[in-house]
């Protein structure tokens, strides 16, 4: 594999991205806790399994909000990527030290995720959930110590945007407000995120490296053949993902279809 430089900027925002992303995991989840504990009147009512995941759901949104909005930021509002700057350097040639700043927290995050998925295994979360944080991690770190494919990494990285949707449904599930107008609302919020975010946005990104083939048959040979493997196994996963929530979501309308019909009788 063809590594870029490990230059003077490298040397810093490698190491200390990837020590931030860990350190901010262990911040907010104290901080979840704390919060949790006096502001909600449930938390302290909870077994310690629940406290534990409830937490980590916490790091878990906060990095997801962090992701989602530094992808957007350097995907749609920068001129990072766009067709008319950067002179002659090819799409999958571009990066900068916040996408690497960026790809550090979240390898950091991940590690700290997946530690907690493994000690507590399986309960939070199954052998998909390692295999999804194997795969991110995979995927990142290539990108990161090559230099290459940063504008599609970004894209897989904005998906986590739907992450905080995900996480208000547990904490509601968890409150008993399953039947709330809430509960509703961030399921339909949740079903259009992830229908944008991992899905149509996916048949964005094999389209765009259909287009630029030629630029992505540049890349050096494990990563060529990562681009073409890992983000159809991470889609197969949203899709499966999606499914089930169309599921629950039919499931939950239903239910509150007959409330509202038995209220009426």
Known sequence: MDLIS????EQIVWPASVVAGIAMCAAVYDLTRQV????FKGYDGLNEMHKIEW??????TFHALAAAAVSLY????????SEDARGTA???????????????VSLGYFLTDLAMILWYFPRLGGKEYLLHHGLSMYAISLALLSGKGHFYILMVLFTEATTPFVNLRWYL??????????????GLALFVGWLVARIILFVYFFAHMYLHFDQVRTVFPLGFYSILTVPPLLSLMNLVWFWKICKGMVKTLCK???SVSAKTD
């Open 36 to 39: 949790s504990s006096r502001c």
């Open 256 to 258: 509150m279809k007959q």
């Open 173 to 186: 599930d968890l409150a008993g407000r399953k039947g709330s107008k809430l509960y509703l609302y961030n």
């Open 90 to 104: 090819i799409v999958v040639d571009r990066k900068s030290w916040l996408s690497d700043g960026m790809f550090g």
């Open 6 to 9: 490990f230059g003077p900027q």
């Open 55 to 60: 937490n980590n759901r916490g790091f878990s």
């Open 74 to 81: 350097l995907l749609v509002l920068s001129d990072l990527f």
